[in-house]
């Protein structure tokens, strides 16, 4: 029996039941333990105030209804407008130019000027999960659980790498790219199969611009059960950060040249794991890099959540997200540089189990100190994403309005 099943209705002895049979067989006792530890904490009040999460405002700018308008939707401090075009993905590429898909055609990758003037497009057979353009201005999207790359001779994409499922994707922080154009991507999927969940924890590795991979399994061989949530080259660090779920919920450093497919326990000579038990918190879902600091968000859907600092990847200071979001996780972390050269970080927190539990969009101007409530919303009616990415930090952000009951989108434009 799933979290789901659990919030709604009434709570009674045999449900509890199956849902702790349910958290024995999937390997998750030692995960419901640090929830427990993480809850009572919360509940007897026992963080100090600086370690609960601060919002400046004192009501979101904005609150979902169902009949809300695009043009209703305003923030205080922020531009916030209907984009012209409906994406539903977005990469903007080191010349302001736009690689996405639209909400009305999930197969098609479609390629405009910063004018919003099409190129090109490309159709798929197949929904488009990811995209990715490298300093290199080389194109990668997936599909189908084939990873393709533009080839600019012919015009067309063609496939350099099948990953393990035809489920299989790269989430949005899990493309990354090294100083000297190495580039490695995280495996992603949910696959339920034989009463367990499939290892689709992969991470491919090239050197040669994309155009072929090497298929590198190390978190199968160390007991990871499910998928990536995140690999990205720090420059803070000089290397590899890599967060990995479901059970486990670990985060990997790696700072060697060429050791990229064995754990060590030292940085420099493989993958080593930061965190030997789960309530030192890992495995997160949310990653971004400003200054001197690297900020974390984490995954523990139903749990308490943490927005987390380090600017050395050794000291890490957590900050636990209050009520009504807290048991809500972060599906995404990003940074936009705005029209006076200041940076925000903008973080989206999602809970789809329970109106109750709310979700949320926020902000902060100040390094993650204190936070704006921009856009708060029902999750079992409401998906809010964060759906733009590009490789050097942007001054627009786009973000995604999905209604699901009535099955319509919006994408919303920050600049």
């Known amino acids: 029996m799933g979290l789901s ?48 999460l601060e919002f400046s405002d004192n009501h979101p700018s904005y609150i979902l209804e169902d009949d809300f308008l695009p043009s209703e939707i305003q923030a205080k401090n922020f531009n916030l407008s209907r984009n012209e075009i409906n994406w539903s993905l977005v990469f903007i590429d080191g010349l302001n130019n736009y690689w996405g898909v639209k909400y009305e055609e999930q ?25 990715y353009v490298s300093k290199a201005n080389n194109v990668f999207c997936c599909a189908n659980g084939v ?38 991507i995280g495996e992603y999927a949910n ?47 000089k290397g590899l950060i890599l967060t990995d779920g479901d059970n486990q919920k670990n985060t990997w450093i790696n700072i ?21 038990y789960h309530i030192q918190k ?29 600017n050395d990847m050794k000291r890490f200071t957590p900050t636990v997200i209050p009520n009504p979001y807290r048991r809500s996780i972060f599906n995404r972390i990003a940074i936009r540089k705005s029209q006076h050269q200041k940076y925000e970080i903008w973080s989206g ?18 390094l993650g100190e204190t936070w704006e409530r921009i856009i708060e919303y029902d999750g079992t009616q409401f998906d809010v994403l964060i759906i733009s990415n590009s490789v050097e930090i942007a ?5 995604v309005i999905k209604d699901k009951k009535k099955k319509v989108s919006t994408t919303i434009c920050v600049n």
Request: aromatic letters at 16%; glycine letters at 8%; proline letters at 2%.
């Open 256 to 276: 060697s040249e060429y050791q990229f497919d064995k754990p060590s326990s030292y940085a420099y000579l493989g993958w080593k794991k930061l965190n030997k």
């Open 395 to 399: 001054s627009e952000l786009h973000l």
């Open 107 to 131: 197969s098609t990758l479609f390629y405009y000027t910063a004018e919003n003037k099409l190129i090109s497009s490309f159709r798929f057979n197949g929904q488009i999960l990811g995209i």
């Open 191 to 237: 696959v339920y199969k034989k009463n367990k969940w499939k290892f689709v924890g992969h991470i491919y590795h090239s050197r040669d611009n994309g155009n072929s991979w090497k298929t590198i399994d190390f978190l199968k061989n160390v007991g990871v059960n499910k998928h990536v949530h995140i690999i990205k080259w720090s420059n803070i660090l």
């Open 5 to 52: 099943e659990i919030i709604k209705g009434k709570l009674t002895p045999k449900k509890i039941l199956l849902f702790v049979v349910g958290l024995y067989y999937s390997g998750k006792i030692i995960e419901l333990t640090s929830f427990i530890i993480w809850e009572l904490k919360y509940s007897l009040k026992l963080y100090s105030k600086n370690q609960i």
């Open 349 to 366: 927190l999602k809970f789809e189990h329970s109106g109750n539990l709310r979700s949320l969009i926020m902000v902060s101007t100040d």
């Open 147 to 184: 990873l393709y790359k533009l080839c600019e001779i012919k015009n067309r994409f063609i496939p350099v790498q099948e990953f393990s499922t035809p489920h299989s994707y790269f989430r949005i922080d899990a493309f990354t790219e090294s100083p000297s154009g190495e580039l490695f």
């Open 282 to 310: 890992g495995g997160h879902t949310g990653i971004a890099e400003l200054h001197d600091q690297i900020f974390f968000g984490s995954d523990y859907m139903g749990g308490t959540n943490f927005f987390i600092k380090t």
